[in-house]
């Protein structure tokens, strides 16, 4: 009788995807870099991987600063590649945007609805532990001014962001 190969083991897959990063970007209309840590929570859901994931970027380049900090919800496809995982997907992102206007001024506030993409490779370092580059853009489709001075007198703005490109 010919022998018969037994079936591959599907691999396992954690309940529970923990990350942390740093991340820069890119900052539309304010001439703006922005630099800062992003933490995520996931949950594999056979080809599917929704996550969770939190960020604060300051601004690293000349100038009054801009920060902004945000939450975002994603949902990436997954696709494998021999030991490799490359990921899709879109992005639901709100995020506050600060302004800093001087001591004497304060600062302005602005909220954010925004939706974009992502797109990163996965690569396996150890059984427990994977690097993950990605690459991930968002455009403002709401926003609404929340606080700060209206007299700006003197003062050289930067303009709140329309859109954000970023690797982590």
């Given at each position: 009788t010919p022998m018969t190969e037994a079936p591959r083991p599907i691999p396992h897959l954690p309940r529970l995807v923990l990350g942390a990063a740093w991340d820069g970007r890119g900052v539309g209309r304010s001439g703006v870099a922005w630099m800062g840590p992003n933490v995520s929570a996931a949950v594999p859901m056979g080809r599917w991987l929704p996550s969770i994931s939190a960020r604060y970027q300051a601004a690293v380049s000349e100038g009054p600063p801009l920060e902004e900090g945000s939450v975002a919800l994603?949902?990436?496809?997954?696709?494998?590649?021999?030991?490799?995982?490359?990921?899709?997907?879109?992005?639901?992102?709100?995020?506050?945007?600060?302004?800093?206007?001087?001591?004497?001024?304060?600062?302005?506030?602005?909220?954010?609805?925004?939706?974009?993409?992502?797109?990163?490779?996965?690569?396996?370092?150890?059984?427990?532990?994977?690097?993950?580059?990605?690459?991930?853009?968002?455009?403002?489709?709401?926003?609404?001014?929340?606080?700060?001075?209206?007299?700006?007198?003197?003062?050289?703005?930067?303009?709140?962001?329309?859109?954000?490109?970023?690797?982590?």
């Open positions: 994603a949902l990436q496809v997954r696709l494998p590649i021999q030991r490799y995982e490359l990921r899709m997907g879109a992005v639901l992102r709100g995020a506050t945007v600060i302004r800093d206007l001087g001591r004497r001024q304060g600062e302005q506030n602005q909220l954010q609805g925004r939706v974009g993409g992502v797109a990163t490779l996965m690569i396996p370092v150890f059984s427990w532990a994977r690097l993950v580059i990605g690459a991930d853009g968002d455009v403002v489709a709401v926003s609404r001014e929340t606080s700060g001075p209206t007299a700006t007198e003197g003062t050289r703005l930067r303009a709140f962001p329309t859109f954000t490109l970023g690797g982590t």
